[in-house]
């Protein structure tokens, strides 16, 4: 397990490394702040998420040919999986003291982000199906919403300290 969060804060670094490249100050400052601030990691945190979700979802839609809702589910799938390892080592730094502890935290996590799911699939449905928004535009903006939900479902009912 300690491998896979030190994967995951690498990216982290590598991430906030190449930010640095481009400004070295905001670089700075973005390793400060994923090393101190719970919110700011989360922000970082819901960022590298979202990324995720955007990349499958975008390879699921174009290049496997699924639909709007076969691709959304797909990277939601996906992208929960990683979000959950990122903020229970890196955001809300939690431990579980077994492994029904463990399971128990994990179903909550999952089960939460089912309710943003709910959000999404609703949002992506009404947007791009019935509206005929563009669907990678309004991938990008319902991630916006789902990340700000998320945040308060994990603070207060998942990740309690």
Known sequence: MN???????????????LI???????G????????NTELVAYLFAGVATTVVNYVVYFMATRWLSMGVMAGTWTAW????????????????????????ALVKEA???FTMR????????????????????????????TNIVVIIANY????LFIFKK
């Open 152 to 155: 308060a479902f994990s603070k």
């Open 28 to 35: 700075g400052l973005c390793e400060k702040l994923w090393n």
């Open 3 to 17: 491998t896979i969060w030190r994967l995951i804060d690498a990216l982290a670094r590598f991430v906030i490394g």
């Open 114 to 141: 089912l309710v943003s799911l709910g959000m999404e699939t609703a949002i992506m449905f009404v947007t791009v199906e019935l509206l005929g928004l563009h669907d990678l535009v309004m991938k990008l903006l």
């Open 107 to 109: 179903c909550s996590f």
């Open 77 to 100: 799938v996906l992208a929960v999986a990683f979000g959950y390892a990122v903020n229970k080592a890196f955001v809300f730094h939690t431990h579980c003291e077994s492994v029904t």
């Open 20 to 26: 640095a490249k481009v400004s070295p100050k905001l």
